[in-house]
């Protein structure tokens, strides 16, 4: 029997039979597939695979249900835009039950505050201010909840509430960038203002106005609206200042020249008033000529016309004066026996309407008045100017006595008549 080998590779003893030692042998092949790290990755991918399918289709979920939120709240404001505010609030309960976590906050608050509205609209104000005052709880800084608070209190007649909600309003908090915050607060205190002038309450109403000039942005047409306003309720120098700033930043805006002109004119300034007033109109009747202009409105028809009554009465006030400085006694004799004329034209007028009986002047001012022409009464007048404001007393006295019986006068001469005897009796201790 043949003995065993030994493997010289390995030292291990050759089993009979066996030609060569197993350690020679090249290594048995094995698959990939066989292997447990390979079995581990493919677990791995096929779980990467299912989430991604899964998150694409919760994404794809979710997007669809915000697309629906929106499309539910474009057509809920059409509805509540024509006038259809049940079928408005339906699309508004849709919107928010689909947008509810699939929106940012921001948006979802939008889409409750016009539910609010749509509330408001069909008559369920209780069931709108409960809803309000639900939002409110949940943040009570937030500036739009309260001013839609503050806005049903007024519509309500709680005015202790919709003075505190305004004013919640005004000092919340708002949102985007710093000019947008300033003007949702300025317009949030104009419509406090516009409550408390209804109301009555003008000093109140005075107070917020200078607030809000004192917030006002150095933007012309901002100023001219505050101007505006002021005027309105009085605040005639004020204002006067708000227009002449909106000039400064834009010399030819039309509001801010024609509120010049009037709150200069009311303030007595005729010089400035013709100024003001001159360059107002002359300004709108180069935007007119503008390519592209648009049709005047009725409320700017009604303006043009006071400024231009305004602007001939301030200009013949201007042209009557006698007492103005710088005049020889012969121009001022001429002012007034033109004012003189006049006024005898207009009270004589009046007196053939009413059976009033004419104002008879003194034994001193005959000279003036019984002159055979106007150039005469001048050249005697003039020889005799301290008769000249006596005379003017007596044109006064006619054209009170003319506006008494037959009302203001429409005729811009009789106007500055009107308006000179105002100045002289102001002036006077």
């Not at 447990?36 to 979920?61: K, N, P, S």
């Not at 150095?218 to 005639?236: E, I, T, W, Y």
């Amino acid at each position: 029997m043949e003995s065993s080998q030994i493997c010289p590779k390995c030292g291990r003893t050759i089993p009979e039979g066996q030609i060569v030692c197993l350690c020679s042998l090249p290594p048995r092949r094995r698959y990939w597939l066989h292997s447990r790290e390979t079995i581990l990755l493919l677990c791995v991918l096929g779980l990467i695979i299912a989430f991604a399918v899964t998150g694409f289709a919760a994404r794809l979920y979710h997007s669809r249900r915000a697309e629906l939120a929106r499309s539910w709240f474009d057509r809920a404001n059409a509805e509540l835009k024509a006038g259809r505010a049940e079928a408005a609030l339906s699309d508004f309960r849709t919107a928010i039950i689909y947008g509810q976590h699939e929106l940012p906050p921001e948006q979802q608050q939008e889409y409750e505050l016009e539910f609010v509205q749509a509330l408001i609209a069909t008559g369920r104000t209780e069931e709108a201010r409960s809803y309000l005052l639900d939002l409110w709880e949940r943040g009570p800084g937030d500036s739009r909840i309260n001013l839609e608070l503050a806005r049903l209190a007024s519509q309500t007649g709680n005015d202790a509430d919709a003075k505190r909600y305004y004013n919640s309003a005004i000092y919340g908090i708002w949102g985007g960038n710093a000019e947008d915050v300033l003007r949702s607060r300025t317009e949030t205190r104009l419509e406090l203002y516009h409550y408390l002038l209804d109301r009555g309450e003008k000093t109140e109403a005075e107070s917020e106005l200078l607030a809000i000039a004192a917030a006002t942005p150095p933007d012309a047409s901002s100023r001219a609206q505050v101007g505006r306003l002021m005027l309105q309720v009085g605040l005639l120098q004020r204002a006067l200042d708000q227009f002449e700033q909106a000039l400064r930043l834009d010399n030819r805006n039309y509001e801010a020249l024609a509120g010049a002109g009037e709150a200069s004119f009311q303030l007595g300034n005729d010089r400035d008033a013709v100024r003001y007033l001159g360059n107002a109109l002359r300004e709108d009747a180069q935007q007119k000529r503008r390519p592209g202009s648009q049709a005047d409105s009725a409320a700017h028809e009604t303006e043009q016309a006071q400024a231009m009554q305004d602007l001939a009465i301030a200009q013949e006030t201007l042209a009557l004066d006698p007492n103005r400085p710088g005049l020889d006694p012969m121009e001022r004799a001429a002012r007034a026996i033109r004012a003189y004329d006049a006024a005898v034209t207009r009270i004589e007028s009046c007196a053939k309407e009413h059976g009033i009986a004419l104002p008879e002047p003194s034994r001193n001012l005959t000279p003036f008045t019984d002159a055979a022409s106007d150039e005469l009464a001048e050249v005697a007048l003039a020889k005799h100017i301290e008769q000249l404001d006596p005379l003017m007393e007596f044109i006064y006295g006619m054209e009170s006595a003319a506006t008494d019986n037959c009302g203001s006068p429409s005729d811009s001469t009789n106007a500055a008549i009107a308006r000179l005897a105002a100045k002289t009796h102001a002036s006077r201790p």
